[in-house]
C-alpha cells in the first residue's frame, strides 16, 4: 500500500476513474448486475475492502428487482463479521458485475435475508475483495474517486468453497479454527465431519501456519485432496476430503 498528499498527488496512466457517494462517511459507487434475459440492473453499494465476498444485495434491493428470480445455483450460507453476529443468506450467480467498464463474469452474489430495516449498510449492498483483488485500486477520498487498473486476476473466475464446511476462527489471535455449518451433500458432510469440530491441521501442517484466509483460498481448488486432524471432544480424527464444485 502506498500512501500520497492529496493535494500533490497527480495519477499517470491507462485508467477508469468512478466517483464516490459517502453515506455516514463510508464510500458508495454504482455498480451494474447482469441478468440473463433482462436488463441491467443499477446499484450503489459500498466499498468494503475487509470483506472477501464478490457482491453482497440487500433483501431489500434484491425484492424490488426481483433478482432472485434471475440468479442461478443457490444454496444457503452466512454473512457476518468479527463481533457481529451471522445472518443467513442465499448464494446464486448471475451474468456478470459491471464495475466501471469492467466486467466480472459469472460471479456468486450473496444475496442477504436480513429482514427489511435490518441491512448492514444504507445502500443496495457491499462489494468486497474478491472484486478488488483485480484491480490496482487507488482510493481518492479527497476528490471523491476511485481509480480502477486491472491486474492479472481480472480475467480469473470466481469460485466458492468447494468442502462444504464453515470455519470461525476463535481463541487467542484467532488461531482455533472450529466448523460452525457442514453443507447437506458436500464432501465434508460424506466425509462425517460435525460442527464443533476443530481443525488442527492440513496436510500434516498445524493449522496455525496458515491464515483463515489461505485456507479459503485452498478449498476453492477444484479436484484438490486435502487430509485434514480433526478434535471431536476427546477424539482425534483424520479425513481426506476432494474438492469439487458446489455452486
Known amino acids: 500500500m502506498n500512501v500520497y498528499a492529496p ?15 459517502f453515506i455516514d462517511k463510508r464510500p458508495f459507487i454504482v455498480v451494474k448486475i447482469m441478468m440473463e434475459g433482462r436488463e441491467p440492473i443499477e446499484g450503489t453499494v459500498e466499498l468494503e475492502t475487509a470483506s472477501s465476498g464478490t457482491l453482497v444485495v440487500q433483501r431489500s434491493f434484491a425484492e424490488a428487482h426481483q433478482l432472485l428470480n434471475s440468479a442461478k445455483g443457490f444454496r444457503l450460507g452466512n454473512v457476518g463479521g468479527v ?7 442465499l448464494q ?26 435490518k441491512d448492514a449498510t444504507d445502500g443496495d449492498g457491499q462489494i468486497g475483495g474478491e472484486v478488488l483483488r483485480r484491480f490496482r485500486l487507488t482510493l481518492d477520498y479527497s476528490r471523491r474517486q476511485i481509480i480502477l487498473e486491472p491486474n492479472e486476476y481480472l480475467a480469473e473466475a470466481v469460485e466458492e468453497d468447494m ?18 455449518e457442514v453443507l447437506a451433500n458436500s464432501p465434508a458432510a460424506e ?21 483463515l484466509e489461505q485456507i ?32
Open 163 to 180: 468442502s462444504g464446511f464453515e470455519l470461525v476462527a476463535e481463541g487467542e489471535a484467532l488461531k482455533t479454527l472450529t466448523i460452525n
Open 7 to 21: 493535494a500533490t498527488y497527480k495519477y499517470s496512466g491507462s485508467r477508469d476513474v468512478l466517483p464516490i457517494k
Open 191 to 211: 466425509a462425517g465431519l460435525q460442527e464443533e469440530d476443530e481443525l488442527t491441521a492440513i496436510n500434516g501442517r498445524p493449522v496455525t501456519e496458515f491464515s
Open 216 to 247: 479459503r483460498q485452498m478449498f476453492k481448488q477444484e479436484g484438490k485432496e486435502y487430509v485434514l486432524k480433526l478434535k471431536r471432544g476427546s477424539q482425534t480424527l483424520q479425513v481426506r476430503l476432494k474438492m469439487r464444485r458446489l455452486i
Open 92 to 117: 446464486g450467480r448471475v451474468r456478470n458485475i459491471q464495475v466501471g467498464r469492467f466486467m466480472i463474469n459469472n460471479p456468486l452474489v450473496t444475496f442477504s435475508q436480513a429482514e427489511p430495516g
Open 83 to 89: 463481533g457481529g453476529g451471522m445472518s443467513r443468506t
